[in-house]
């Protein structure tokens, strides 16, 4: 009985991957031998909530190369170390409409279309701190694996391939070191870029590490802050217009999941404020994503509106209830104050009807208490607002504040949850 | 005293606008004598909430011609009057990363890049139901206003100049036609999408249209079902990567706010789920684009954290509390039920937690009561879930569910709101 | 016997055509019906050399529609009436790389990439004299009716068909017309162009076309100047970079021969200073030119060596000889002059190398004769140099001049033969 | 008085330099310091006759390094060293229609555009004989030595710029690696390549190089022949279409020499069959042609009629005279014999003309003699057909061929002269 409610999460992932599992389009990447040893039939799926539980089905362990899946961590490790500003010094921001490894370079500029391509990725790991490949590379797997919760393994094979076959790879470095965006010789660059691609990873890391984005940079499970807020909006801004190459437009019309694939047969994808998703499938369509993957991300957005911009009806109104309550009261209100009963989350547009409805009843007669009890997050532009009233609206003549707030959660005082 | 709480989004608005005031950069349109003779200075901002109330600063009254901000009104239209995959067959929908007028057209499929370039705009338009331009553009206005809700008049100068003038749009009508995805005659097209760019809008109707888009296809203030859910989040999701033309990648990163500008000087924006706001300043940069409009939207996401992917820390736990209730309650218990208060917003994520954490509890010594009361909202997907529990959980020996649901509002219920 | 002699030219071309005849590959041009009715096995080379002769070997009466071997006499038609600067106003003359119909317009300047793609040609013909299409084809039918010498009729169920499809043309000349290039409405200039490329032709005409530009301007046969020299010059000079669209390269290499194809099936081409060529079969290739048609003047010009850039060996040196005359000779010479014997052609090398030789020659002692008898032709920036020597070179003692020339063909005076 | 014969071609070149001299626009190149040191006010032009006579003016010793004049000779050492078929499977031949240093790869072949633009330069270099950078550049530096006639120093400090700061030339081989066109590995290939770059020649080295391919492949003053006959017209063929980048069309239409322009200043152009011009002048303008090179070229080919194209005029009939010789004659011709003077040059379009009149006098009654005294050159296609004369016509009566040949010069017997 309980079995049924048990992991609902876990069986929706199983049924999505049953029905996909018959899929046998596509190929293993095969540019070099190590990845075409995979194992092709291999299919797994993991959801990482923001409150730090990982369902997972099929499988979940098996572990194969981040490989592009990478670059938007290393996109937002660049962000935190260099600043936005100097970061879109060397790269722009905008989607190119090409395949994952065209040149699209800006002539003028000399900075790469977006980082979610090959040449703005090898320029963003150039940026990182450290003098040699060693050193660029270790900040990468560091970061990563903060990323992913776990120490993280390379696969040695992959890397040796992925160095004396990356000729094209050292091109659109040179390119960019040719027109000033790079960050470090070239060999520096394209060494850890290369060991970067090669890490190992499973589906539930990428779960994991795409909540982290989800939860605005805090691992869910390990609580630590990987990133900034900041970094992990603009990330996942990134990833929405360009996560998905030349099909982004595509893929945001039809599954609203901000996303990155890798030839290793991975996908991360982000529901910001909700969860992260890791899949893994080796065989890729001709765009280079898993086909199994994204088949698996398109059904589970359509069976269970996980569409990012997903409507999901008008809310109640955050004001709950408006009540009088008598003199002598517990509360202390003389002459009878107004208990405003607010609920649920209040975002901007919520703090909007909150104040516009509640403007009228602010007077001299007793207090206003805004009782937050049942609010479950304020958003941080509407916190400082209520959290002023008090101080803002003066005095009843009782030397009482006109407004007060009951808040025994501290909605409003959390700078972060 | 009340004045201050009075209405504290027109002042945000105000306080924007009085940022932005200065910036004279820029100029107006002049590809046609009309667009030439507006008041360079008028500058006007108005926000539309999606329970239906308008906050307005500066000159949100004064009128200019839609433009390309009636782009993505009309797709939607399309979308709902032939459904997405018929549309599909006549554009795509992917970032061009190129200007508004590009040509932009797959040499292969015929197909323009994205309905929010003018070619794929054009081709929209010829989907409209008709034969003549008046039939087609007579459906055009219908929508528009319906997303208005309001009468709007076309302005006859503009569009005899548009029509006489419109050799490029012309030209990129007959390219379509010549690839079989143009819907229309080519002057029934483009004469059709002349009067449509000719519509005479403010601020206030572009806030108001743009927040039929974050209500999921309602107006908010008309209350009018203006296009479906669907249709709402689709086009969303192609302005938020198409609408800003070669910048929209930037702009997702640093505004975050789906977008679509029009050279009359107008902008509306969507804050899904939220608000629209609508902005007027005539004056346009180099990309067609009102310099004082971007820069106010620019300053309103900044200041009050409106950008879509804002994260707003973690919510509450969706489980307010567990608390035992005796036997001979009111509910009427026997051996002690539990009584589990839920609160805020439910989506996935949330439903995700609620099932986890009490599947345990489910068992055979007393019902598991799930209080809604303080419930705001519960995502269309998890809804089924809950309604069907108690049904699925079997019976108590007392032949009472397992498990019972109290929902006073009806959040459960709702099919829609 | 004398068979053996007849007409060597005419079993050359006959002996490729036999070579070419099995080619079954390409298929006829339907893009129209009508285009699509010919016989796809007619076959048929025409030679018409600078002299007035043409040669004929297969189908050279079957009529075709001209199609796209009409740009280049257009264009040479525009550069007469308007001017090389003014035709570059509106038209660039560099190669595209692209195909036939493809865009190729300068997004600053508005100009067509160059007069041989539809854009630009459609282009030359808006800038004929004239207000109306009828007008303006009047102009082009009686310029192209000179270059073949003789009346042409218009196949008209192919213009019906070209107007009644010709949208990506219109598509065309509205981008230009936006861009302030084209020279007329855009009805005006396509119903113009439509008429101009459904001239019906025969390979006998497009040969003595093409001669009209080996001679730099003159109908061979009926030794009418139909164009200037420099406008002869110009054309071939575009037809050597643009004139086989995306493989112009290439044919520069292989053949050498500065040409035109249509998707009528015919080819012209030239060899400067020596004859032109016209070939017809249908049957197209992927980039829309005859098949048997490329693959003749390929072997034509591999077997006997008619690449404009080949090279004939060394010529001799244009001074026969120098002889001793002496006194009392039918010249008159006291003290004894030098002949100098000249023969072969005079171009700039070789008028570099007799004056270089003869320097030393000019003296007090006797006149120095230039006799050219057995020169063939001066060029004409060398004969003002040797038809002033006498004046400029001063007196004998005897009053003669230092130099003489001896001209009986008078390959000096002649300003143009 | 001699003097003013002297040398008008030295004349005429100090003329035209005496013309552009005024001209200060234009840069010296300083993406390294070392070409930033030029004196920029050095200007030189040089023309070498194909019958081994130089006329120099101006600057003609002063030394600049070759940089991409080197191109098409080394184009030319490519295919007599691996055949044309071989070399086009590394490079296409098609004009790019885009700047010198473009990326213009084909991304399915891998090939670059064509072989004057950096990319093909590149690939061509690296298959030139050897393993390493030293062996292949030993290789380059001979041949261009040969096509000089001299022994070439290598600015060595330029070499050390180019190697350093070379990398967007190393993007532009690794492309080509990685597409499979470079042979050799991308160090040999570039170094070898810089160092081509670096080879220092003036401005009378370049004249001597053009007017080796106008010879058809022999050094007109060594007399050595350096490449073949089929390398030189090939090579010519691409400097026609591709040879200064974007401007090559209207280079054709202008100027008409196939030419080839670099960096360090110096161009030279080519008059087939007539001779080469050299230039030097360091000043570059936003294409990176010497701007004073330019205009020499453009002034000389305007003032001298030397466009490639120029038409001259039709030359007097091959036929000189036909005249009766009695029977007892020197010739020995029983029964009258008829001699056919023959004059000047006799390429395809005069053997045409020749044969088609004389095949009616071919008869039983006396011997055709043709008289090939007055004739400077028979095109090697007709040679083969005159000399076979007297086989194929057949016996007279009295023993003697029908047609006999006198040839004094031995015009038809030359295989090359």
Same mark, same amino acid.
């Given at each position: 009985? /309980?079995?049924?409610?048990?992991?609902?999460?876990?069986?929706?992932?199983?049924?999505?991957?049953?029905?996909?599992?018959?899929? =046998?389009?596509?190929?293993?990447?095969?540019?070099?031998?190590?990845?075409?040893?995979?194992?092709?039939?291999?299919?797994?799926?993991?959801?990482?909530?923001?409150?730090?539980?990982?369902?997972?089905?099929?499988?979940?362990?098996?572990?194969?190369?981040?490989?592009?899946?990478?670059?938007?961590?290393?996109?937002?490790?660049?962000?935190?170390?260099? %600043?936005?500003?100097?970061?879109?010094?060397?790269?722009?921001?905008?989607? #190119?409409?090409?395949?994952?490894?065209?040149? #699209?370079?800006?002539?003028?500029?000399?900075?790469?279309?977006?980082?979610?391509?090959?040449?703005?990725?090898?320029?963003?790991?150039?940026?990182?701190?450290?003098?040699?490949?060693?050193?660029?590379?270790?900040?990468?797997?560091?970061?990563?694996?903060?990323?992913?919760?776990?120490?993280?393994?390379?696969?040695?094979?992959?890397?040796?391939?992925?160095?004396?076959? %990356?000729?094209?790879?050292?091109?659109?470095?040179?390119? =960019?070191?040719?027109?000033?965006?790079?960050?470090?010789?070239?060999?520096?660059?394209?060494?850890?870029?290369?060991?970067?691609?090669?890490?190992?990873?499973?589906?539930?890391?990428?779960?994991?590490?795409?909540?982290?984005?989800?939860?605005?940079?805090?691992?869910?499970?390990?609580?630590?802050?990987?990133?900034?807020?900041?970094?992990?909006?603009?990330?996942?801004?990134?990833?929405?217009?360009?996560?998905?190459?030349?099909?982004? %437009?595509?893929?945001?019309?039809?599954?609203?999941?901000?996303?990155?694939?890798?030839?290793?047969?991975?996908?991360?994808?982000?529901?910001?404020?909700?969860?992260?998703?890791?899949?893994?499938?080796?065989?890729?369509?001709?765009?280079?994503?898993?086909?199994?993957?994204?088949?698996?991300?398109?059904?589970?957005?359509?069976?269970?509106?996980?569409?990012?911009?997903?409507?999901?009806?008008?809310?109640?109104?955050?004001?709950?209830?408006?009540?009088?309550?008598?003199?002598?009261?517990?509360?202390?209100?003389?002459?009878?104050?107004?208990?405003?009963?607010?609920?649920?989350?209040?975002?901007?547009?919520?703090?909007?009807?909150?104040?516009?409805?509640?403007?009228?009843?602010?007077?001299?007669?007793?207090?206003?208490?805004?009782?937050?009890?049942?609010?479950?997050?304020?958003?941080?532009?509407?916190?400082?607002?209520?959290?002023?009233?008090?101080?803002?609206?003066?005095?009843?003549?009782?030397?009482? #504040?006109?407004? /007060?707030?009951?808040?025994?959660?501290?909605?409003?005082?959390?700078?972060?949850?």
């Amino acid at each position: 009985m /309980a079995a049924a409610l048990g992991d609902p999460v876990r069986h929706a992932l199983e049924a999505v991957l049953d029905a996909v599992r018959d899929r =046998t389009d596509g190929a293993v990447a095969d540019y070099i031998p190590e990845l075409a040893k995979v194992e092709p039939e291999q299919l797994g799926a993991a959801l990482a909530s923001t409150h730090g539980v990982v369902h997972e089905a099929g499988d979940c362990d098996a572990e194969f190369t981040i490989q592009s899946v990478s670059k938007p961590f290393v996109f937002a490790l660049a962000v935190d170390a260099l %600043g936005l500003d100097e970061v879109r010094r060397h790269v722009d921001l905008e989607p #190119s409409g090409e395949p994952f490894n065209a040149i #699209s370079l800006d002539e003028a500029s000399g900075r790469p279309r977006n980082p979610m391509i090959n040449a703005g990725a090898i320029v963003m790991t150039s940026l990182m701190p450290g003098d040699t490949a060693d050193e660029k590379f270790a900040v990468v797997l560091a970061g990563i694996e903060r990323f992913a919760g776990r120490d993280l393994p390379v696969n040695e094979e992959v890397y040796s391939s992925e160095a004396s076959t %990356g000729d094209r790879n050292r091109a659109l470095a040179y390119l =960019t070191r040719s027109a000033g965006t790079l960050g470090a010789a070239v060999e520096v660059a394209t060494l850890a870029y290369f060991r970067q691609c090669s890490i190992s990873v499973n589906a539930r890391d990428l779960a994991i590490m795409a909540a982290t984005f989800a939860t605005g940079g805090v691992n869910p499970l390990t609580r630590e802050r990987v990133i900034s807020e900041d970094a992990a909006r603009w990330t996942t801004a990134v990833m929405t217009s360009c996560g998905m190459y030349d099909e982004s %437009g595509d893929w945001m019309v039809r599954v609203g999941l901000p996303a990155k694939s890798g030839v290793g047969g991975g996908i991360a994808a982000v529901q910001p404020g909700q969860f992260g998703i890791g899949t893994f499938s080796p065989r890729l369509d001709a765009r280079g994503n898993s086909v199994r993957g994204v088949a698996t991300l398109e059904l589970l957005s359509e069976r269970h509106g996980l569409h990012m911009l997903q409507h999901h009806g008008a809310p109640l109104s955050p004001i709950a209830s408006l009540s009088r309550v008598e003199a002598g009261d517990a509360d202390g209100g003389s002459d009878g104050d107004t208990v405003v009963a607010l609920r649920g989350e209040i975002l901007f547009s919520e703090a909007e009807e909150i104040l516009t409805r509640l403007a009228p009843l602010v007077g001299d007669r007793g207090c206003l208490v805004l009782d937050f009890t049942a609010v479950t997050r304020v958003a941080a532009g509407a916190r400082t607002i209520f959290s002023a009233l008090p101080d803002t609206m003066g005095r009843l003549a009782d030397g009482r #504040s006109r407004v /007060a707030v009951h808040d025994p959660d501290q909605v409003l005082g959390a700078a972060e949850r």
